[in-house]
């Protein structure tokens, strides 16, 4: 039998590997994209601290600063357990696997133990777009381009507050960095996560 075209966009035709919508180069991306995002995923933590590490301390102009909340970081990193769980668990309700744990380093070796498989399936394209969509935008978080920086602001969570919250810290004298709203509602370092939880529940509230 003849093998189709891989219906992914190349530079040249290549065709699907032998029971499989993909072609070879595809899928060897695919498992390559899989094995960096548990590193990435680690590394993109250290963007929403402000005492994260600069990944490329020759680069100055441009460099992002690491006094601010960045809720784009936090909300790649929610996005990425979310993808690879949903992708896991297709696998599980098809093939009757057991489901691993909800970690992003469990979640990518499940996935790349069940690539073969997973490369057969008719949404195999979806699949590796996605994943190469994960990579790319956790690769820009960790060092955007300077056109990309920008200063998110939101509604503050504080219940019938008016004022709006701006990603950028306040600082006073022998004071540490927070996130403050316009109203002076403040958040300290150690409760960012929290106020990005609070920020996401508030942004769903808003599309319902």
């Not at 300077?146 to 998110?152: G, S, W, Y």
């Amino acid at each position: 039998m003849k093998s189709q075209p891989c219906p992914r966009n190349h530079t040249q035709e290549n065709h699907a590997a032998a029971g499989s919508v993909l072609c070879v180069p595809c899928i060897k991306t695919v498992e390559h994209n899989l094995h960096a995002l548990p590193g990435l995923y680690q590394e993109c933590l250290y963007q929403v601290s402000p005492t994260g590490r600069r990944t490329n301390p020759t680069k100055v102009s441009g460099s992002r600063r690491k006094d601010h909340l960045d809720v784009s970081v936090l909300d790649a990193r929610h996005n990425i357990v979310t993808i690879l769980e949903s992708w896991s668990g297709m696998v599980v309700e098809k093939l009757g696997a057991t489901a691993p744990p909800r970690t992003v380093l469990s979640l990518a070796r499940f996935l790349i133990l069940n690539l073969q498989w997973l490369a057969g399936q008719a949404p195999a394209v979806d699949f590796a777009d996605e994943i190469e969509g994960l990579v790319a935008e956790l690769r820009r978080t960790i060092d955007p381009e300077p056109r990309e920086l920008h200063t998110p602001v939101r509604h503050c969570v504080v219940d019938d507050c008016p004022g709006t919250i701006s990603a950028s810290p306040q600082r006073g004298a022998g004071a540490g960095s927070s996130i403050t709203c316009s109203s002076g509602h403040s958040w300290e370092v150690c409760e960012w996560l929290s106020l990005r939880k609070l920020m996401e529940r508030q942004r769903k509230g808003v599309n319902a």
